[in-house]
């Protein structure tokens, strides 16, 4: 195997983190950000691109780390080593509500295609690249854009997803339609496209967006149940509008006729 061999356990429900045992010199990716704690003989150190190796020379780590920008990811991720004789621990934490996936590649035949923020760490040797949509539709009207991450090795790599998470295994010729925010991810057999809704209704008055995805198997699919942008977007409908002016501030029933009539701001 060209990829480190890692332990790992998973801990919590709602807001998980997952927690790596190192073997002496062993290596562990992750994304700027993700890290949580851990014991004292592990050592970090920022690196260009996904540290897999594959790149040769200045201009190969360049264009692995450009490639993480198109992403919209940092150019930096971070490596932790286990410098100890014995086995060291370090833990990385999901960044908002919901489940982490361990994905063993060499049970998705090598190559694990998700959306671009999903990733949260890896096993040393994994590499963390893009993966470009030759569909025109894709690219315009895709929630993740034309431009997604693809993890590729033989080792383990962790994507994390928000709320509850729903896998689907598709049949040949099977397919399913979701929400385009709502993919995670899926293994490299499965064709995805982005189909119009149709009917003047349901395009103007629906409030379920113009276009959905199609997957159609053979093949393995996560869904999400409350994708991050979704999130944001309700906190932001929430929050209290320019000057501060709710809409129960200085009314007789206050916060009370907000529960009478409902909190539709959604």
């Known amino acids: 195997m060209q990829a480190h061999e890692i332990d790992y356990h998973i801990y919590g429900e709602e807001m998980q983190y997952v927690e790596i045992e190192l073997d002496p010199q062993e290596i562990v990716i ?3 950000g993700s890290f949580m704690m851990m014991d004292n003989n592990i050592q970090m150190e920022t690196i260009f691109g996904d540290g897999s190796g594959q790149e040769n020379g200045l ?7 450009g490639k993480r920008v198109l ?16 086995k060291s621990k370090v833990s990385f934490a ?9 994905i063993d590649l060499t049970q998705f ?7 671009k923020d999903a990733f949260l760490c890896a096993a040393k040797g994994v590499s963390v690249g893009i993966e470009f949509s ?15 991450q693809k993890i590729e090795g033989d080792g383990l790599a962790f994507v994390h997803t928000g709320g509850t998470l729903a896998k689907k295994e598709l049949a040949a010729g099977e397919i399913l339609k979701v929400d385009t925010g709502c993919i995670v991810g899926f293994t490299k057999d499965v064709d995805y496209d982005i189909e119009f809704i149709g009917g003047i209704k349901n395009s103007i008055f629906g409030g379920e ?6 997957l159609r198997g053979p093949g393995t699919v996560y869904i999400q149940s409350l994708p991050f942008s979704r999130l944001a977007d309700r906190i932001i409908a ?16 206050g916060g009370l006729g907000r529960l009478i009539d409902g909190d539709n701001r959604f």
């Not at 201009?59 to 780390?65: E, Y």
């Open 238 to 253: 929430s929050a209290p509008r320019a000057g501060g002016n709710s809409r129960d501030e200085g009314s007789l029933l």
């Open 59 to 65: 201009f190969g780590k360049l264009l692995s780390a």
């Open 71 to 86: 992403t919209g990811e940092s150019l930096f991720m971070t490596a932790f080593i286990n410098q100890n004789n014995t």
């Open 209 to 214: 967006g113009l276009f959905y995805a199609t």
């Open 134 to 148: 030759k569909k025109l539709g894709r690219g315009l009207f895709g929630g993740e854009g034309f431009i997604m």
């Open 94 to 102: 999901s960044p908002y509500p919901g489940k982490i996936i361990p």
């Open 109 to 115: 035949n090598g190559k694990f295609i998700c959306q």
């Open 30 to 32: 992750a994304e700027a």
